[in-house]
């Protein structure tokens, strides 16, 4: 194998472990919460369990064009959807410990959902700005889910304690590995990144329904900043990461 194969390879770093033996002895008898809390958190839960859930939907739509995206992208996709995967695999049995439903109703109710991109398809135009989406969303995952550590930990397990700290530990890397892909494969291109993110967030910002599409999902219940806050934030800090990877010069 050659120099330059060697040094272009991408490879995605990955924390290996199950949210189904983490969380598999869990009830409702565990979990210190109220009935009034369980009935006002549950479009929360509800929420976040279909947020990962759809990341099934942004992976098959990636799969139907991919003669448009580079192998190191689908390197990075694979340890993604596997992540996200498991991640909904907590969150569904932290769901059914919560409100009493089967694991056959839940994965219906998943089932029911058709994704629909339209409202996104102008920023997925190609792989630069895709990973680009995918970078904000995964930073703006971490920091919803870091702001609800405390929240996690009201609720006495400390398998949810641990829960929630793998889960946003994963986002947080997912971002990192989206950097080095950027940098990697799209250096050249880092220059347009500011101008780029700035028309991802006036897109998520615009509104509209969300389309099962796993990205630009802010709005929910959980996000404790305002769309608006979290959006500039997200985007701020990527253009930051980006430039100093190439060198320092300010993106357009």
């Known amino acids: 194998m050659s ?30 919460i109220s009935r ?3 009935e006002e958190l549950e479009p929360s839960f509800w929420n976040f369990l279909c947020s990962e859930d759809d990341s099934r939907h942004f992976y098959r739509r990636a799969h139907d064009g991919r003669g448009r995206y580079s192998d190191a992208l689908f390197s ?39 994704a629909d991109f339209s409202r996104i398809e102008e920023i997925l135009g190609d792989e630069f700005t895709m990973c680009l989406v ?3 969303d995964e930073l703006a995952t971490t920091h919803a889910y870091h702001r609800d550590f405390a929240f996690y930990d009201s609720l006495g397990p400390d398998e949810l304690k ?5 889960v946003t530990s994963d986002e947080a890397l997912h971002l990192a ?9 799209h250096r050249h291109r880092i ?33 404790n900043l305002s769309p608006e806050e979290l959006s500039k934030l997200c985007a701020q800090a990527i253009v930051k990461k980006l430039e100093r990877i190439h060198g320092g010069v300010p993106a357009a």
């Open 76 to 114: 990075f996709l694979e340890v993604w959807r596997e992540d996200e995967a498991n991640h909904a695999v907590g969150f569904k049995m932290i769901y059914q410990a919560l409100y009493g439903q089967s694991s056959e109703a839940v994965d219906a109710r998943l089932a029911a959902r058709r």
């Open 191 to 223: 220059p347009e990144a500011r101008r780029a993110l700035e028309r991802i967030v006036e897109v998520d910002l615009r509104g509209g329904d969300y389309g099962a599409t796993f990205v630009l999902d802010h709005s929910g219940a959980g996000f």
């Open 36 to 38: 009034e809390q369980l």
């Open 3 to 32: 120099t330059q194969t060697v040094r272009d390879e991408y490879r995605p770093r990955q924390r290996r472990w199950s949210a189904a033996e983490l969380l598999g002895r869990l009830t409702l008898r565990d979990i210190e």
């Open 177 to 185: 590995n989206l950097v080095r892909l950027i940098g990697q494969q």
């Open 162 to 166: 641990t829960w929630i700290r793998l």
């Open 134 to 136: 995918l970078a904000y």
